[in-house]
């Protein structure tokens, strides 16, 4: 594990990573601290390959797991959380081995006080939600979570070949046609296919970012992570490549099949080779604010961007609201009746 310091040089207290500041605040003296600078030779971008293994990257995170669940995640030290990120328990302990940590990270821009009324105001408009879920949710303490995020990022090569018929017209006036062989080559860059690399998360948080977040994406470096906890990574990043390139590699092919057939009258023999180069991706943090309620013997979650606040997540729909609606749609119903009747007068 590298050498760093996680507590004050002013009082020992516990350091946080500050979004409003940039820097590192002390949570009880409120001393503000720089961060370092990244390695001249850190890495944001690989080339993929199949022998790529989170075990070549960095380790600098204490690994925690939670005696509740037994969800495993990291943090900079025991006084960062309280409280598991899965199941939201209180009993965790430290298990040992340092956590393998991610290339890039995007840093937390709002504030947990910015995120806890950006969620308030959401739950007060979201009639869906039950009145018991939102105090909850409400009174519930925000957690700051770093979820690892691969980002994908190919080249689509293809090659086709296809007999093309095309119908002349002789002096008489009579239709003939006239097969012409062609051949070609297309390509095309695929960008921002993401999965998230832990199976602790809900992949709808990937909505919460899209491209343009990933290019604001720096170097990572432990400061970043002090005060959250950091998801472990679960998930097999070769399988994942092998989803998004043969889906993408099909989609590309069937795209020039189909431009193919409306070059003319008839197209036939129609050969396509496609194939997917020059795979980069992206091993990154990506912030999120995380309220966890249990509502009726279940857990659910709301994320919250750490970028610009906006909340995705399940909830289930309030009784309430579905009789309402039902009430709407039988009022509705008989209003039309009566019309109906009306006019039949």
């Not at 062989?181 to 993401?194: A, H, M």
């Not at 003319?264 to 980069?280: G, L, M």
Request: hydrophobic share 35%; aromatic share 12%.
């Amino acid at each position: 594990m590298e050498d760093f310091s996680t507590v004050c040089q002013n009082c020992g207290s516990d350091l946080f990573y500050n979004p409003q500041s940039s820097c590192l605040t002390c949570k009880y003296c409120g001393s503000n601290f720089f961060l370092p600078t990244a390695k001249k030779n850190a890495v944001i971008v690989r080339q993929y390959n199949t022998g790529f293994h989170p075990s070549m990257l960095n380790k600098n995170l204490n690994s925690y797991k939670c005696k509740t669940c037994g969800r495993v995640y990291f943090m900079t030290t025991e006084g960062s959380s309280s409280r598991c990120p899965n199941c939201g328990g209180s009993e965790c302990e430290l298990v040992g081995e340092p956590g393998f940590c991610a290339d890039g990270v995007i840093p937390f821009k709002i504030t947990k006080e910015q995120a806890a009324n950006y969620l308030k105001e959401y739950l007060k408009k979201n009639q869906k939600i039950p009145k018991e879920l939102k105090e909850m949710a409400e009174n519930q303490k925000l957690m700051s979570v770093l979820i690892p995020v691969w980002n994908f990022s190919f080249n689509l090569y293809a090659s086709y070949s296809a007999i093309e018929s095309v119908s002349k017209k002789d002096i008489y006036g009579n239709y003939y046609a006239v097969s012409n062989p062609i051949s070609g080559e297309k390509n095309k860059r695929v960008k921002s296919l993401d999965e998230c690399a832990t199976d602790g998360e809900d992949d709808v948080i990937l909505s919460l970012f899209d491209e343009k977040d990933y290019e604001k994406i720096i170097p990572y470096i432990p400061e970043y992570a002090f005060g959250s906890r950091v998801d472990e990574i679960t998930k097999d990043i070769h399988k994942f490549y092998s989803k998004i390139v043969e889906k993408a590699e099909a989609d590309y092919t069937s795209q020039i099949r189909k431009e193919l057939l409306n070059r003319s009258n008839e197209t036939t023999n129609i050969q396509v080779y496609c194939k997917a180069r020059d795979v980069f991706f992206n091993f990154t943090y990506v912030p999120v604010y995380v309220n966890i309620c249990k509502y009726r013997e279940r857990i659910y979650k709301l994320y919250v961007s750490g970028v610009n606040g906006k909340i995705v997540g399940k909830t289930p729909t309030s009784i309430i609201y579905r009789v309402r609606k039902a009430l709407r749609i039988v009022g509705i119903g008989v209003l039309l009746a009566i019309i109906i009747r009306l006019f039949k007068k």
